[in-house]
């Protein structure tokens, strides 16, 4: 039988299954994903938590179950992904401005249509740096500013992103954890972040998902609904400490279980 | 004098030192009569035949005539097993079937296959290219397919994600990610279609291109007429070689990066 489904949901995951080498990583896995909010992803290493965006963004089949947005399919509706590694992401043959361009190409979107919707993200990243420059000459976090542009250009429904900040410096991910806010905020659109940071995994999110070791579950789900935008000093805020606090317990409390199932 | 020596004189000097060297060393050895001066000519009389070749004889003829047929098979390599790389490399289950075929034809000497090849095509304009298209094109095949099957598969999955069909990925993503390692194969492929058509045209009855000029010169020992035609070679297998080099960094700007 079906779960019922919150009247805010904007994706429901049902029945999700997933396997690697005979081992179950996922078993009738059940999900809603609220609309309109940043949902973080926190849990212990190996409980699969870019695996399970991937086959929702539909990058790794499902051995069963479905993804519905809005009851929509996949293929009916428009999603971004921010990956891990802009390096590997990005298109070093095509200049940043033509990355950027490039799901625009894809949905068809005439040149000025093109120019247009450029130059709008353009001015609401406040670009100063060159465009016209191939990827490989611009610094790690332009190049993840540029491939969170790209991942915008089309007015996606679900923004994904894995790990978005990883490879980036502290001040650089300061930085861009307020842009991603600012695009938030402006856009409302659907956010799934996975993060290995719990910091940020709380600091961004309107709830974070804490999953189970292997064969995963949802732990607990925990909101944090202090008012945006957030700023640094949101870090130290009692609001904050309280959900860092609750995340950290059931992290703990979950790798302790592997300890003595072990 | 100090900062000429290290300076941006010196700098463009250096890759010279060896030639000079050598050419000293030829010159060295043919004015001692180290060996028989009717096997080793001296640098001038070399010179003096590369230049007559180039100006007044038919060197230049002959080496047009072998870098036409280097040129051909090397065009039909690619068109053929360019695209076809590309789909065995991006089937590992497609490739995993052919992997040993084409190991073992590219591990066969494609010199060996001269005989075969005259079978059925007979002694012409066509044994000579297919040999080296074969040779070459096995090359490029087996560069083209690891290309995309080491292929960072990030990117496709970017296309993907953005809503790219297959066809698209493909050509779009999958076809320039292989590209530094096709160009590798490429470049391979060109030399070896060269030495296999000089070969073809020592051996398999041709009436000109550089590789019976050089075997023609040897017969009737013109020492300086030999070392012209094999300097022409070189020039010529060092001069596709820096060819596609450039056009490597021309095209893949993004290589290493």
Redesign the interface.
């Given at each position: 039988m079906l779960k019922r489904t919150a009247p805010d949901t904007h994706i429901t995951i049902r029945g999700l299954t997933k396997s690697f080498a005979g081992h179950p990583l996922y078993t009738n896995f059940d999900l809603d994903i609220p609309k309109g909010q940043i949902t973080s992803i926190f849990g212990p290493n190996g409980c699969g938590k870019s695996t399970m965006i991937n086959m929702v963004?539909?990058?790794l089949p499902m051995d069963a179950g479905e993804a519905l947005f809005d009851g929509k399919t996949l293929a009916q509706t428009v999603?971004g992904?921010v990956?891990q590694?802009y390096r590997?992401?990005?298109?070093?043959?095509k200049r940043a401005i033509d990355n950027i361009k490039?799901?625009l190409r894809?949905?068809g979107k005439s040149k000025g249509e093109c120019d247009a919707r450029t130059e709008e993200l353009v001015q609401s990243f406040d670009i100063r740096f060159d465009l016209n420059r191939?990827p490989?000459e611009l610094s790690g976090g332009q190049q993840q500013l540029v491939s969170i542009m790209?991942s915008l250009a089309?007015h996606p429904e679900v923004l994904f992103l894995d790990e978005p900040f990883s490879a980036l410096d502290y001040e650089m991910t300061l930085f861009m954890r307020d842009k991603l806010q600012d695009i938030f905020e402006a856009t409302k659109t659907t956010m799934i972040l996975v993060s290995h940071d719990l910091d940020e995994a709380v600091y961004l999110a309107d709830q974070v998902l804490m999953l189970t070791r292997r064969p995963t579950r949802i732990a607990q789900v925990v909101r944090f609904d202090a008012a945006r935008p957030r700023h640094p000093e949101t870090l130290t805020s009692d609001a904050f400490n309280r959900a860092k606090a609750q995340c950290l317990e059931v992290f703990q409390r979950e790798v302790r279980t592997k300890d003595i199932a072990t | 004098m100090k900062d000429i020596l290290s300076g941006r004189f010196a700098n463009a000097l250096t890759p010279a030192v060896g030639a000079v060297a050598f050419i000293f060393l030829w010159w060295l050895a043919a004015w001692l009569k180290v060996v028989d001066p009717v096997l080793l000519p001296s640098p001038q009389a070399s010179a003096k035949a590369i230049w007559d070749g180039f100006v007044g004889g038919n060197l230049i003829k002959d080496l047009i005539i072998t870098v036409r047929r280097t040129l051909l098979a090397f065009g039909i390599a690619v068109v053929i097993c360019v695209p076809l790389g590309l789909m065995l490399g991006s089937s590992v289950r497609l490739y995993r079937s052919f992997e040993f075929v084409i190991d073992f034809f590219r591990s066969t000497p494609a010199s060996a296959l001269f005989p075969l090849f005259l079978v059925i095509l007979g002694v012409g304009e066509s044994t000579k290219v297919a040999v080296a298209a074969f040779g070459a094109g096995l090359l490029i095949l087996f560069n083209t397919a690891y290309g995309v099957m080491n292929a960072r598969k990030t990117r496709q999955a970017a296309a993907r994600v953005m809503g790219a069909s297959p066809l698209r990925v493909m050509t779009g993503v999958t076809l320039l990610e292989s590209l530094p390692q096709t160009f590798v194969g490429m470049r391979s492929g060109v030399s070896f279609a060269l030495v296999i058509v000089i070969v073809a045209e020592m051996f398999i009855g041709s009436t000109d291109g550089l590789g019976q000029r050089v075997i023609n010169a040897q017969m009737i020992f013109n020492m300086p007429e030999m070392y012209a035609t094999i300097f022409g070679a070189g020039v010529l297998g060092y001069g596709l070689n820096l060819i596609f080099i450039l056009i490597e960094r021309r095209f893949i700007h993004w290589g290493g990066k």
């Open positions: 963004a539909g990058l999603i992904y990956f590694n590997d992401a990005l298109f070093p043959w490039y799901p894809i949905a191939y490989y790209r089309v | -």
